[in-house]
Nanobody, 120 residues
Framework: QVQLQESGPGLVKPSQTLSLTCTVS??????????WSWIRQPPGKGLEWMGA???????YYSPSLKSRTSISRDTSKNQFSLQLSSVTPEDTAVYYC????????????WGKGTLVTVSS
């Protein structure tokens, strides 16, 4: 059973960089053809896909967030991470990491999510 767990600060100040890590257990992030995504949900709004990193290390980003988003991985720790720069209060959201078995397939395993609040 694959499990994903988000971790990181729950409070970030405006203009700073939001950094989160997703730790994966029960499966390797380098296994073909899995893709590992970050998704967020602002309060009272819908889910927004932010980007993904593929099993072989390629990155994919939402066009609306591409200029501020970076997704990386640490294969030795079986983790992948999100960095979102120049945050504003509009970036306040529950952030989720999730897996899809192949590009275009539904996200099949999700973390429980972590709330990040952007406030001074």
């Amino acid at each position: 059973q694959v499990q994903l767990q988000e971790s990181g600060p729950g409070l970030v100040k405006p203009s700073q960089t939001l950094s989160l890590t997703c730790t994966v257990s029960g499966g390797s992030i380098t296994t073909s053809y899995y893709y590992w995504s970050w998704i967020r949900q602002p309060p009272g709004k819908g889910l927004e896909w932010m980007g993904a990193i593929a099993y072989e290390g390629s990155n994919y980003y939402s066009p609306s967030l591409k200029s501020r988003t970076s997704i990386s991985r640490d294969t030795s720790k079986n983790q992948f991470s999100l960095q979102l720069s120049s945050v504003t209060p509009e970036d306040t959201a529950v952030y989720y990491c999730a897996r899809t078995e192949d590009w275009g397939d539904p996200l099949d395993y999700w973390g429980k999510g972590t709330l990040v609040t952007v406030s001074s």
